[in-house]
């Protein structure tokens, strides 16, 4: 991101806008962008968008040093915000310059972070139960699973209000905040998620999968719309996310029917819905991290390497048919992958 003024600027006068210039098309959260003056006092009018640029307006007449904060939704829907000041005449103290060290984790305050990773490990492990036990029910031609089915269910509708508070968390707890993340696509989507959910389970009353299945597919869709984009390649990133989560779901759930009901017929399955999880995560992998460096030197790298490492236990795990083994890696990996989910690529 580029601003004007830059950064620690030194100015004669005060501008009559601020700029901020982004790599990809943004959507102002709230207000989009506050700027205090040295009195504390907000002198920055209503933003205006222009595809990957915002800018307000400032009137002020003071000197020293104005405190900006922006905050954003990316294209993917995903919260971005940061701080930086600059200085008219001579430096001078501000009420809002604890904001310039205020801690952050990539593009979230740490707690909008762990909000956003529980949002979405609450919501892979329902989207397992649900859609990964149908599977296996259709695989079976069996049935019942009600209660594993109802648990995920409750789990699908649990983590979106969670996901409004984590988007907030990252943002801020304020009327117009709130009012921008539940009208943005963001908000759009959980609104169709919970939707979603919600049809599961009144589908679930007639005993039938297939519905299910297809209730599942949307879901997934759905998650890769909300999904991290890939530089250059508009949609791929989006198509690949549905995949992976798709067969990461139904893997992870057929196993936990297996546990309970197992059946021989699920050997081929868990192996061929395993191998597209791992294929279509290996894409997405490399996609976002296209150098070495960026494995080692950003959290998103280290945490990818420490999701690769837990597919290389659990495919022992498969080659051994230890299935319970086989379980708890896959409830590992969802685990890792909530958070892979919720920090932002390396690209």
């Known amino acids: ?66 405190i900006v904060s922006w905050e954003v939704f990316a294209a ?20 809002y310059s604890a904001l310039l060290t205020s801690g952050e984790i990539g593009t979230s305050t740490p707690l909008g972070l762990v909000l956003q990773a529980l949002a979405h490990w609450i919501h892979f492990a329902g989207f397992a139960l649900v859609f990964g036990v149908a599977g296996y029910r259709v695989l079976t031609r069996g049935g019942g699973f009600n209660r594993t089915l109802g648990a995920g269910v409750a789990l699908l509708i649990a983590a979106e209000p969670v996901a409004v508070v984590a988007q907030l968390a990252s943002l801020s707890f304020d009327g117009d905040t709130a009012v921008a993340v539940l009208g943005s696509g963001f908000g759009r989507l959980v609104a169709l998620r919970l939707a979603a959910a919600l049809l599961a389970w009144t589908v679930m009353a007639i005993g039938r999968s297939w519905p299910l299945l297809a209730i599942g597919a949307a879901v997934a869709l759905l998650d890769g719309f909300g999904a991290h984009a890939i530089a250059g390649l508009p949609g791929v990133g989006q198509v690949l996310v549905a995949v992976h989560v798709g067969a990461m779901g139904l893997w992870a759930g057929g196993l936990a029917a297996y546990a309970q009901k197992p059946d021989r017929r699920f050997v081929r399955y868990a192996a061929a819905t395993f191998g597209v999880a791992a294929g279509s995560g290996l894409l997405l992998a490399f996609a976002h991290t296209a150098y070495v460096s960026a494995l080692i030197d950003t959290d998103y790298g280290r945490v990818l390497l420490l999701k690769v490492a837990i597919v290389g236990a659990v495919l022992v795990t498969v080659l051994l048919r230890r299935r319970r083994l086989e379980l708890g890696g896959a409830a590992a990996i969802i685990a890792v992958a909530a958070l892979v989910a919720a920090l932002p690529p390396s690209r």
Do not use: C, K, W
């Not at 993917?76 to 009420?95: E, L, Q």
């Open 1 to 66: 991101m580029r601003s004007d003024p830059a950064p620690d600027a030194r100015l004669q006068t005060a501008p009559a806008e601020v700029t901020l210039i982004f790599t990809e098309q943004v959507t102002p959260a709230g207000p989009g962008i506050r700027v205090y003056a040295p009195s504390g006092a907000q002198v920055a009018g209503a933003v205006v968008a222009r595809g990957t640029t915002l800018s307000a307006p400032m009137t002020s007449s003071e000197t020293g040093t104005f």
């Open 76 to 95: 993917d829907t995903h919260p971005s915000r940061g701080v930086f000041s600059f200085t008219v005449g001579a430096p001078s103290s501000n009420p």
